[in-house]
């Protein structure tokens, strides 16, 4: 009895010590310096980071990410549920750029001495934001400045061109059971799709939906009637874009977009991610939106 | 309400009772048949928006220019249709799977039919494209298949030390089959993107927004063969309900009145998960309340459930589409919201 004690006196001692040799490890950094070893676990925000050139110093992204091409070669390590905080740990990142969700992760990284950057999806605002604190996090600051500064002028331009245009009452779709109406995911009246539709020039009809995304029933689908229906597909890893899809919306003839053939198919995975391709994408909402504008 | 004859069956002697098992079937199916009908026509009456009826009924204005009649016909009334169809299937699955187990606990999903049917899903909506065999598109026919292919296994590990089947162990080997394929359906959820990970929640929620008859008309068959096999049951079911041995003894051919109760049992309920996900609590809230209306014989709570499970998924349905509208709250959500707390205050008032 009396040496299981001593053993576990030693045992918590010894966590003791290398507890506080680890945190005095993490005092000796300097805690603003440009990180070397960053960590990922957002693909809007490895997009980010690649873009303003802190590319060559993430070390690892999460199991989501596929651009830009670098990534392919990183060890992935985990996601939004399953980060591998094992393997994040051994890597020795000196910043760790979470979700906002991952609060738990992000006070274990922070308890070990990690700097962790989080992060929420937001507004388009939102991203240009982030863009910059990026830059101040990773010592770019003067082309994360410049990164924002491009989109916004892509973004305006795009607005600029379909200026004055009627703007069709739109009907964002980015998820749907394919050949069937089941399981419909459209943009609400908030958040970056939102925003990029407006900006694109389309009037979203489910503006009034304070949510990011809206679950529209058939029922709602035939009375909000949009003029345009949008449909953007990430076209992911596993799923191909599914051969010669059975025309669903045909059986909802009276819905103006589907009897004016107005229905629009858009995929790349650029097209829902509120990262540095935003302007690029909402120039394609705008295309697909406004054809005669950019003739 | 409807009044329904609730005459204490046991101070009756047995000849009475049985000449009156007739009036009472009428009168139930009378009953608890109207309820059903006036809720169907009723319900595709109703909805988040208001539409003309005579509008959407007038011949004169082309279909693909009414938006009421393309409300009434394309949204509202496969809906109400399928709702009545899966409701009724799983309702009466219940009682059958709760009289053949001897379990009041039983659901239509006890047995692993509907895990299979969500696993089949779950593959097609993660790694799938789009077929479809025949008028089955291609979730409802990878779920169909793997009701089927659960179905067999549960019958055969229950069936592997003779030809009857061992009611306690079709039980646990029905209950570990579910939780193993549980755990293959959150594997396969673990490795989906975000956006299929989207579709294949939507779809465990259960819908029955299908939008168009061809789903229907795929199921309909399925459902139809299933309640031909239930018409069969309710004698047997009687005495299985009271015991194996006590029903043999009085003719009853168990092991195939067993296998007729498990496949018919399975098939309705493959038929209701492939057509509208699995909506849970119908299959269990319903036959218990018929009990508590009708009492315990099967020839009339089966009938009665069947219908009473019509009448309640379509109601369930309305309050999903309407009660927050325009946004809508998926039905299997609403039939548990309503049956969870509707059966543990059952419980309590039996207790």
Known sequence: ?295 | MISLDSADESSAPRSVRRASIRGRLISTVIGFGTLAVVTCVLAPLVGSTSISLTRALDPSIPFDQNVDAQIFFVARLPRVLAGALVGSALAAAGVVFQAMLRNPLATPFTLGVSAGASLGAMLVIIFGGAFALGPLSAVPAASLVGAGAATAVVYWLATRHGHAISTSVLLLAGVTLNSFLSALIMFVQYLADFAQVYRAARWIMGDLDIGSYDPLIASLPLVVVAFGLFALLPSSLNLLSVGKDAAAARGVDVPRAQRLAFFSASLATAAAVSLAGPIGFVGIVVPHLVRLLVGVDHRIVLPASALFGAAFLVACDLLARTLLSPVEIPVGIVTAMIGGPFFLWLLVRKS
């Open chain 1, 1 to 295: 009895m009396a040496a299981r004690t001593q053993k576990l006196i030693a045992l918590v001692a010894l966590v003791f010590v290398v507890l506080s040799l680890d945190t005095s490890r993490a005092q000796d950094k300097a805690p603003l310096s440009a990180p070397r070893r960053i960590v990922s676990l957002v693909p809007a925000i490895t997009e980010m980071l690649f873009a303003i050139g802190a590319g060559p110093q993430v070390v690892a992204v999460s199991s989501y990410d596929e651009f830009p091409p670098e990534v392919k070669a990183l060890p992935k390590v985990g996601a939004l549920i399953d980060p591998d905080t094992e393997r994040i740990l051994a890597l020795r990142p000196d910043l760790v750029v979470v979700y906002g969700s991952q609060s738990e992760l992000g006070k274990q990284l922070e308890r070990s001495g990690h700097r962790a950057f989080s992060y929420r999806h937001g507004g388009i605002a939102t991203t240009l934001d982030t863009v910059r604190d990026l830059g101040v996090a990773t010592g770019h600051r003067a082309e994360a400045d410049k990164l924002a500064s491009s989109i916004q002028t892509r973004l305006d331009a795009v607005r600029d061109r379909v200026k004055g245009r009627p703007q069709p009452r739109t009907m964002l779709i980015f998820e749907r059971q394919p050949g069937t109406l089941r399981a419909v995911y459209a943009s609400g009246g908030v958040g970056f799709l939102n925003e990029m539709l407006t900006i694109a020039g389309g009037k979203n009809v489910f503006a009034d939906v304070s949510r990011e995304s809206a679950q529209p029933s058939i029922e709602t689908m035939l009375t909000r009637a949009p003029e345009v229906i949008l449909e953007v597909r990430a076209a992911g890893l596993i799923e191909k874009t599914p051969s010669p899809e059975p025309d669903a919306w045909s059986a909802l003839s009276s819905i103006p977009a589907v009897k004016n053939k107005r229905v629009h198919l858009l995929t790349g995975d650029y097209l829902v991610v509120p990262g540095p391709r935003l302007a690029a994408a909402t120039e394609a909402y705008a295309r697909a939106l406004h054809p005669d504008a950019f003739k």
